[in-house]
């Protein structure tokens, strides 16, 4: 059978489209990973020795770690996680207000637009990099590593809530145009209960991208965990070291479940996460 | 609860959108208050945006349109903004096709929110509503048959009970007009023959001016003292209710009718 419709004339077919530009961008992508490589010059060799250094370090850290600090890296995680929490205080209480302000239809463009620069920007320098910043005016204490983390947790918050304000259902917000209410009302009942849930579970989930934050800043002397690890990488105690790698572990990953729950709780009102529908 | 009513007046008003559609063509109406008005045409037709022009969610490019003490004029014009732009609005209550209701919170909020303009930052802010606003936000859920739902949340409820949530937040404002832009357009027979009734209810009761857009001709023609029919942004028919027969319709519709065009027709399909 030659053809599949009974037809005198076939309609005219499509012709194939071109695809140069996918093949330069391919081309391109490639080009930029193989000079990657070059350019930072790797030592294929030390390759080889990886996986043994690896299991002869993991058995001076872990077989078996060193437990005579325990009291001690409970206490320098504590003060972490307190770095973490005041941090993330700070954060909010900063990002909030200025989120609304920076939030289409909610405050003029001239107020806008400059607030999501000061965002982006503060989102392109890590945590550590505002922390030396600042530490040469407040020096190396653990409210320096607060300060940091509430620094950076004002671009991403401040971001985060400009995006959820945004995206609220406008049918709240029209109704409340309709009754008269002036910007206040709107910001208040015609997106804020919409957006609630959404902005409460940005500000935990920023709780625990600072708790591991805190753990890096600790390295650079803001104290804490990370400062007794890097204490101990020092002198080489391995076997305290691998103590301290369990201890940051478990309590991140254990802050990581509750708050992810709670999360759960308010954007889908169970605790675990629903099972997406097969 | 007490009402004053409010004669609504176009002069000339016409609404050319900023894309160049042209939303309405040289309107002359005069409602006056306490009328039953169903507004009918296809979509496009201008229904939505000759309702969003009497309170001020669409401007109008030209002419005049008074609403009692207030009055919105075309591009040129002395321009309603402000405080006395959301006094108009305080005394107009606007009922939408998807409800509009905050569903997050308890459906006396959503009530209550009727009452924004009367109520102060500090109050707004907490939710901390005066008690007077509260008793009145739930004699409006009397009306609507909801008390007993105050305190759940919105989104809890049925399509129909938002609606009447939506009509008891209009009811809070103490409104001299009730506008329904296809407020049964999201609701199934029954249930939109409860919201026509309560609509009608509240006009007869109340003596609130109710302007209600709507598809179906069957709801327009059985709950509206006065029916106008709009085609391409012109009004092509006004009259009694009881004087649109099929032709009346055909001419608005500028074509000829369907059993989609009838409500109770689909039910029945």
């Known amino acids: ?278 | 609860m007490e009402h004053t009513a409010a004669d609504i007046r176009f002069s000339d008003v016409s609404v050319t959108y900023p894309n160049g559609y042209t939303g309405l063509k040289t309107i002359d109406l005069n409602i006056p208050a306490g009328e039953m008005v169903g507004i009918v045409g296809l979509s496009g037709a201008g229904k939505s945006t000759l309702i969003r022009t009497i309170n001020g969610l669409v401007p109008i490019t030209s002419g005049s349109i008074t609403v009692g003490a207030h009055q919105l004029n075309g591009r040129g014009g002395a321009q309603l903004r402000g405080k006395d732009l959301r006094e108009l609005r305080s005394n107009v209550g606007m009922v939408f096709q998807s409800f509009n209701l905050a569903k997050r919170t308890t459906v006396l909020n959503n009530v209550l929110m009727g009452r924004l303009y009367h109520t102060s930052a500090w109050r707004i802010l907490l939710g901390a509503w005066k008690n007077d606003d509260v008793e009145l936000a739930m004699s409006a859920l009397e009306r609507v048959e909801i008390v007993p739902k105050a305190y759940e949340k919105a989104s809890s409820l049925s399509g129909g009970q938002q609606q009447r949530v939506a009509i008891a937040r209009t009811l809070a404002q103490r409104p001299q007009v009730i506008l329904a832009d296809e407020p049964v357009a999201s609701l199934d027979p029954p249930t939109s023959h409860v919201v026509m009734r309560d609509l009608q209810r509240i006009n007869a009761d109340l003596g609130i001016t109710v302007m209600v857009n709507l598809h179906f001709l069957d709801l327009a023609r059985r709950y509206s003292d006065r029916l106008i029919g709009l085609r391409s942004g012109e009004v092509v028919f006004d009259g009694a209710g009881a004087d649109a027969d099929e032709s009346v319709f055909e001419n608005i519709y500028g074509r000829s009718l369907t059993a989609e065009d009838v409500l109770d027709g689909q039910a029945v399909l």
């Open chain 1, 1 to 278: 059978m030659a053809t599949l419709i009974a037809q005198q004339q076939p309609t005219a077919r499509p012709v194939k489209p071109t695809t140069q530009l996918r093949t330069t961008l391919w081309l391109l992508v490639s080009l930029i990973v193989v000079a990657a490589f070059w350019s930072v010059q790797i030592k294929w060799s030390s390759l080889a020795d990886f996986p043994s250094q690896l299991i002869k370090y993991l058995g001076l850290m872990l077989f078996p770690p060193d437990w005579s600090k325990f009291g001690e890296a409970f206490k320098a995680t504590i003060l972490s996680v307190q770095m973490a929490w005041i941090g993330t205080i700070l954060g909010i209480i900063v990002s909030f207000p200025l989120s609304f302000l920076a939030s289409r239809g909610l405050a003029p463009r001239a107020v806008n637009a400059p607030l999501r620069f000061i965002f982006a920007v503060i989102r392109a320098v890590p945590e550590v990099v505002i922390a030396i910043l600042i530490l040469s005016v407040t020096g190396l204490t653990p409210f320096t590593g607060a300060l940091a983390l509430a620094v950076g947790s004002i671009g991403t918050l401040g971001k985060w809530g400009y995006e959820a304000f945004e995206g609220v259902d406008p049918g709240p917000k029209e109704a409340v145009r309709s009754t008269g209410g002036g910007t206040l009302a709107l910001i208040r009942w015609g997106v804020w209960p919409s957006a609630a849930p959404e902005v409460l579970s940005f500000w935990l989930y920023r709780f625990e991208i600072n708790v591991r934050a805190s753990a890096i800043l600790g390295l650079i002397g803001a104290g804490g965990i990370g400062k007794m690890l890097q204490d101990n990488v020092q002198f080489r105690n391995w076997d305290a070291v691998g103590m301290l790698l369990v201890v940051v572990v478990v309590v991140t990953m254990a802050i990581d479940q509750i708050s992810g729950a709670v999360r759960n709780k308010l954007i889908h009102g169970t605790w675990r996460a629903p099972r997406r529908a097969s």
